[in-house]
């Protein structure tokens, strides 16, 4: 017998603020990109006068689709005898154990599995309002299209977002803290993806810098601000005034409010560390 717990939050990221809802931003605007490409179109003997899009369609599009993936996932496992209980769980202080929040009481397993993945990272010094300052978890909502964003981070979530916005007419400034966009990629497709999806495309970039610190704004009458720090001296460089900032700087665990400190349970910067069965360790057994 199975159990679980899903917070409320079947699919996790991936479902609900990640793969999915992103892959249709993306298919959306692709769509639009290509009507507005006249010379491609021009070679099929098609012509368009003008593109329109509805802002909120598109952010419906992506959400249902995310609902009906989570609905279909939820039923899949339902079917598999899961019991699904829509709650956040910890564990305690004792083995076996698993505290359900939302009905207050514990039970019993042979074993627990912690998948409790991923929430956005915000470095120090970003204020987050996910309205005009906002991790990938505000972005998918598309609550606004800014005329002049920036994009912390150069690695796949600030190239999607830089992909989606573009296509909708927004220009984009990407800010990268190593000397190079998109650092941790194989260095071939680093190559491909700027001569794709950067050079033909309304962005810049600048590289070697920190964004030391950002303040949101209110769209249409105060823009967001963001001081750049040179990577390297940390003296300042430049400011920027935007429409909007996403923050695409990394995940970070999803791991507090687990209970790991209870069953003294070794972490490594919010990390569960774990032996090579996958198995966590604790302190008593030395885990570092």
Known sequence: KTAVLTGKDVGGTCVNRGCVPSKALLAAAGRVREMQDSTHLKSFGISVNGVQFDRQSVANHASQLANKVKL??????????????????????????????????????????????????????????????????????????????????????GLEFSDVYTALGTEV???????????????????????????????????????????????????????????????????????????????APNTQGLGLDKASIETDRGFIVVDEHMQVLTKKEGGS
């Open 72 to 157: 279909n996932l939820e039923s899949s496992l339902k079917a598999q005898g899961c019991d699904i209980i829509d709650s956040k769980g910890s564990i305690t202080s004792k083995p076996h154990e698993v505290f359900i929040e939302s009905e207050n009481k514990v039970i019993t397993a042979s074993n627990i599995i912690l998948a409790p993945g991923s929430v956005p990272f915000v470095p120090r010094g970003v204020t987050v309002d996910e309205k005009t300052v906002f991790t990938s978890d505000g972005g998918l909502k598309l609550e606004f299209i800014p005329q002049y964003a920036a994009i912390i981070g150069s690695g796949y979530i």
């Open 173 to 251: 400034t990407l800010i990268e803290a190593a000397d190079i966009l998109m650092p941790g990629f194989d260095p071939d497709i680093r190559r491909l993806a700027e001569r794709l999806l950067i050079k033909p495309r309304p962005i810049d970039f600048r590289t070697g810098v920190f964004a030391s610190e950002v303040t949101p704004g209110i769209p249409g009458v105060k823009p967001v601000t963001i001081k750049m720090i040179d990577a390297k001296t940390k003296q300042h460089v430049e400011t920027l005034e935007v429409d909007a900032c996403l923050v695409a700087t990394g995940r």
